[in-house]
C-alpha cells in the first residue's frame, strides 16, 4: 500500500491547513490510520488516529485544534489543522495500522510526508 500525503505549505500563526493522504489500495479501509509529525531535531510523534469504528484521539498538543477524518470511500485520510502555532512546524505524516499494536505507535505503511511551516 502506498500512502501519497498532500497540502502542507506556509502559513502565518492563527491560520489553518488541511492536510489529506490518499491510499492506493482498498484494503485500508480495514485499518486504523494516523497522522504523526517530526519537528527540525526531534522524534517523530503521534498527533492524530481515526480507529475503524470511528473514534478518533489525539495528542495533547493538538486536541480541540485538529480534526482527523476518513472520505466516504474511507481511502481518503484528512487533517484539519486550526489556530496553527510556530511549534506545529514540522513533516507530517500519514499511516496506516497494518500490524497489531498501539495505535499512537505501531503502524505498517507510513506515506513520504509533507512539510507545514508556520510563522510566527
Known amino acids: 500500500v502506498q500512502l501519497q500525503a498532500s497540502g502542507g505549505g506556509l502559513v502565518r500563526a492563527g491560520g489553518s491547513l488541511r492536510l489529506s493522504c490518499v491510499a492506493s489500495q482498498r484494503s485500508v479501509i480495514n485499518y486504523t490510520m494516523g497522522w504523526f509529525r517530526q519537528a527540525p531535531g526531534k522524534e517523530r510523534e503521534f498527533v492524530a488516529a481515526?480507529?475503524?469504528?470511528?473514534?478518533?484521539d489525539y495528542a495533547d498538543s493538538v486536541k480541540g485544534r485538529f480534526t482527523i477524518s476518513r472520505g466516504n470511500g474511507k481511502r481518503t485520510l484528512y487533517l484539519q489543522l486550526n489556530n496553527l502555532m510556530p511549534e506545529d512546524t514540522a513533516i507530517y505524516y500519514c499511516a496506516a495500522q497494518s500490524i497489531t499494536g498501539g495505535h499512537r505507535s505501531t503502524y505498517g505503511y507510513w506515506g513520504q510526508g509533507t512539510l507545514v511551516t508556520v510563522s510566527s
Open positions: 481515526i480507529m475503524l469504528n470511528g473514534a478518533t
